[in-house]
Nanobody
Framework: VQLQASGGGLVQPGGSLRLSCAAS????????MGWYRQAPGKQQELVAD???????NYADSVKGRFTISRDNAKKTVYLQMSSLEPEDTAVYYC?????????????????WGQGTQVTVSS
C-alpha cells in the first residue's frame, strides 16, 4: 500500500492550487483521509481531514479558503486551495487510515504520502 501525492508548486498570493493523493496497493477499505503541512521551523499541523462518509474538519487558518474532498472509487483525496497566502507555504503531506495487506497480513494502519511543496510568493 502506498500514497502518491501531487499538485504542489509555486503560486502567487491570492492564487489557487489543487493537491491530489491517490492510494494504491492491496486495499480493503479506507477510513479517514487528510492533509497535513509542515512549514520551515514549525511543527507539522493538520490542515483538513475527511471521513469515509464525507464529514470534514479544517484548521481555523484555512476555513473558507481550502476544501477537502475524496473520490472513494478512485481511492483519492483532494485539497482545493484558494486565496493562498505566503503563510500557507509548506510541505503538504497526505495521510490515510487504510485496512489492507501488510507484511504481517491484513491490518489497519496509517499511511503517509511523500510530501509535496507548496510555495506562495510573488
Amino acid at each position: 500500500v502506498q500514497l502518491q501525492a501531487s499538485g504542489g508548486g509555486l503560486v502567487q498570493p491570492g492564487g489557487s492550487l489543487r493537491l491530489s493523493c491517490a492510494a494504491s496497493g492491496s486495499i480493503i477499505s479506507i477510513s479517514d483521509m487528510g492533509w497535513y503541512r509542515q512549514a520551515p521551523g514549525k511543527q507539522q499541523e493538520l490542515v483538513a481531514d475527511i471521513t469515509s462518509g464525507g464529514s470534514t474538519n479544517y484548521a481555523d487558518s484555512v476555513k473558507g479558503r481550502f476544501t477537502i474532498s475524496r473520490d472513494n472509487a478512485k481511492k483519492t483525496v483532494y485539497l482545493q486551495m484558494s486565496s493562498l497566502e505566503p503563510e500557507d507555504t509548506a510541505v503538504y503531506y497526505c495521510r490515510a487510515d487504510i485496512y489492507g495487506l501488510t507484511t504481517r497480513g491484513l491490518a489497519s494502519r496509517a499511511y503517509w504520502g511523500q510530501g509535496t511543496q507548496v510555495t506562495v510568493s510573488s
